[in-house]
């Protein structure tokens, strides 16, 4: 368990930061975004988790290449929180697209993509 509201007022200002000095799409907000969603999944804030991994798939869609490892990230973390919700279709789903993604911009033997294989073998069963 960590200290979340340290966590908050850290990524926020950070997040302030970048708002002030980036366009609305640039990948580092992003970032903040995404940082901010972990926050909320830990919590067990999934709701709000999943809205902020969404707004920073749509962030990383606008301004990235479709093969690019950062958007297998946002598929991942979107299966995650949809995972924790018990919400295992979805959840395989958004997985599945992680791993197509990663399978174009990783190695076939990278960590990142075995263990987006082992985030689909733990809920195709569910």
Do not use: C, W
């Amino acid at each position: 368990m960590g200290n979340y509201p340290k966590a908050f007022s850290y990524y926020g200002k950070a997040l302030e930061i970048r708002q002030q000095s980036l366009p609305s799409n640039h990948p580092d907000l992003a970032s903040s975004y995404n940082n901010i969603g972990f926050v909320h999944n830990d919590m067990g804030n999934y709701p709000e988790a999943l809205s902020l991994h969404e707004k920073v798939l749509k962030i990383r869609q606008q301004s990235l290449p479709s093969n690019h490892r950062d958007l297998a990230q946002s598929y991942n973390n979107i299966g995650l929180v949809h995972e924790n919700m018990g919400i295992y279709s979805k959840a395989r789903t958004f997985y599945e697209r992680a791993i197509q993604i990663a399978q174009q911009s990783l190695s076939s033997n990278h960590p990142k993509l075995q263990m987006l294989r082992n985030n689909l073998e733990r809920v195709k069963n569910k």
